[in-house]
């Protein structure tokens, strides 16, 4: 898999968090917050093909990092904003840009999580295979 392949994955991933919820005021959430009927069947029809995108997503991280990977992933971005913070290079107390590192934590580990099984294989040269059925 290529750079650009993993960017074109992440990309997604990030659109996918981004829509959902972001601190602008134009998102998903905000749309939906506080709920009313107006607009009702479009509100769901958006909410069901947004699931359907995350379950899309969150499967395939887990088929390919597994719980453990995807811990070990969180961990490893959740200490490197603490350096970021601990160095001043980033500033949290301004909850707009706190919400900004979370879009950005989320949707990489969900790009990672998608690319992974190409990523191993580059590396490994083994591929990762879901299980199917003989006859």
Known sequence: MSLSGFLLRWLFAFILVFATFNP???SLFHW???FSDEQLPLKILTCILVFGCYLFYVTATLKSLGLLGIIILF??????????VDQGWLDLSNSGILSWVMI??????????????HIKKRITGQFDTDDVETG
């Not at 961990?75 to 970021?84: P, Y």
């Not at 950005?104 to 099984?117: M, R």
Request: net charge neutral; hydrophobic share 55%.
């Open 32 to 34: 939906i917050w506080p």
């Open 104 to 117: 950005f934590i989320v949707s990489t580990v969900l790009g990672i999580g998608i690319s992974w099984s």
């Open 75 to 84: 961990a490893f971005c959740g200490t490197l904003i603490w350096l970021f």
């Open 24 to 26: 602008s005021g134009y």
